[in-house]
């Protein structure tokens, strides 16, 4: 039995991962990793989450990033009665470590594999696959 632990980090589950097996030996792992939509995660205004209703207000300020301050402090070091900022195109990234796009992995083993056996498990951005070894034919 060969098992397998693959890093997903940023998939939204099961549904963006594809495998494909080529010559019963070589096992290919494909994922997409779709960038954030902020508009849905920042500003729906139907979070009851303090630092939410507080990035809210802060889009409604005049809040330039400042590289030399933190998270926090950019997005919570605002002040009030600034207008400004009405739309969430306008928002500039002060850190994104977040890589977006197309994850591909191929894996070769040494034998063939009963690629029918094959279980695999998606949590928590680990995908864990379980491959059988294909057993010899009695003659």
């Not at 207008?83 to 928002?91: D, K, L, P």
């Not at 197309?102 to 998606?122: E, H, L, T, W, Y």
Request: charged residues 25%.
């Amino acid at each position: 039995m060969y098992y397998l632990e693959v890093e997903l980090p940023g998939i939204g589950g099961p549904r963006d991962i594809e495998t494909h097996w080529f010559y019963e030996s070589i096992l290919q792992i494909k994922a997409t990793i779709h960038k954030s939509n902020l508009e849905a995660v920042w500003f729906d205004d139907k979070s009851d989450d303090k630092l939410h209703q507080q990035v809210l207000h802060a889009r409604d300020t005049d809040n330039k990033c400042d590289e030399k301050k933190s998270f926090k402090e950019n997005i919570l070091g605002h002040k009030r009665g600034h207008q400004g900022i009405h739309a969430a195109s306008t928002i500039q990234f002060c850190l994104n470590e977040r890589r977006t796009g197309v994850f591909m992995r191929n894996v070769c083993f040494a034998i063939a594999v009963d690629s029918d056996g094959v279980q695999a498990r998606f949590r928590e951005g680990l995908l864990v696959i379980m491959v059988p070894k294909r057993h010899a034919m009695a003659l």
